[in-house]
DNA sequence: ATTTCACCGGACATTCGCATCCGTTGATAC
DNA sequence: GTATCAACGGATGCGAATGTCCGGTGAAAT
């Protein structure tokens, strides 16, 4: 027992940080919970495979940022602060990772846009707003669903 | 003047390592240059505002993939193994970090798949599926260019 | 042949994301 | 009031990604 469990693999193009996949699995826990309930960090820890010191650091970061809620003492832990439709991924990836990407050049230019583009300017908006988008446009209500969209 | 440049930024959902960045920028140069016609470390990183010493390296590792070629002395450096259109961007990335993202489940589970699925599968899948169709179909070929596709 | 040039490749330094630890605070149970 | 519980938040450690350095190798110019 005790046994380590799949913490995050490292050296890969991974689309979202180790935080960020940390977050969606806990607040994936929590959305299939009664709502209102309150789980603990050393629960959540559990369910999801997370290392406990670093999942409570990463939950502490979403109560400041209004996505859940805690409670201190007996019966304590945390829940969503709001109906799972209503949290959207990109406030999660705005709260552990803060997420400047929406003007962001590939080459490094301060100013690059479809006036002005880098090489790279039209590949790469591309990926970048395919993924924007997927993250204003998916909330906790989609996870553990059969996709349908 | 030296001015540091561009270096990579911190702490954001970033899409892409900065080394695959770093690799793309210079063969987003590459790809404009005369077929055949070599340049050298010291010009792409001025062109790309890569720190030179590390560029040099990931240059390394695209001629040992095959993606790039070589020459020493006097006019050596690097160009383009293939026709633009014939590099596509996930053997650049494959180059550069190595991705095993095709089947990573984002709770960490050995084994899940649309049979038996976490929380995650679905939404998870959605965006891992578009952005390796990105890197499978997207080309040096298309970059510098008004994104027609 | 010698010099110069530019890639090669490994050793080394730095930075930052990830992870752990521990004392503090506030709420509940008794 | 006291004890217990669980979140809070800062201090610290670790390892991988990033970045630097330098001697070696092979090709071209003279």
């Known amino acids: ?3 380590p469990l799949p913490q995050v693999s490292t050296h890969s193009s991974r689309l979202l940080t180790g935080t960020a996949e940390y977050a969606l699995r806990a607040l994936a826990e929590l959305a299939v919970c009664a709502p209102g309930e309150m789980v603990r960090t050393v629960d959540l820890a559990k369910r999801t495979g997370v290392p406990e010191a670093y999942l409570a650091k990463v939950l502490r970061r979403l109560v400041s940022h209004d996505v859940l809620r805690a409670t201190k003492g007996h019966g304590g832990g945390f829940a969503l ?14 709260a552990v990772d803060s997420m ?3 003007n ?5 230019r301060p100013s690059c846009s ?14 970048k707003d ?3 988008e997927w993250a204003r446009n ?9 996709l349908v969209r």
């Open 114 to 127: 479809s006036h002005d583009p880098c090489p790279l300017h039209p590949v790469w908006t591309q990926l």
């Open 138 to 146: 998916t909330t906790l209500a989609d996870v553990g669903r059969p």
């Open 100 to 102: 400047p990407l929406a």
């Open 81 to 94: 602060a709001r109906p799972p439709d209503r949290i959207r991924f990109v406030e999660v990836l705005e």
């Open 130 to 132: 395919t993924f924007l």
């Open 1 to 3: 027992m005790a046994r």
């Open 104 to 108: 962001r050049c590939a080459f490094g």
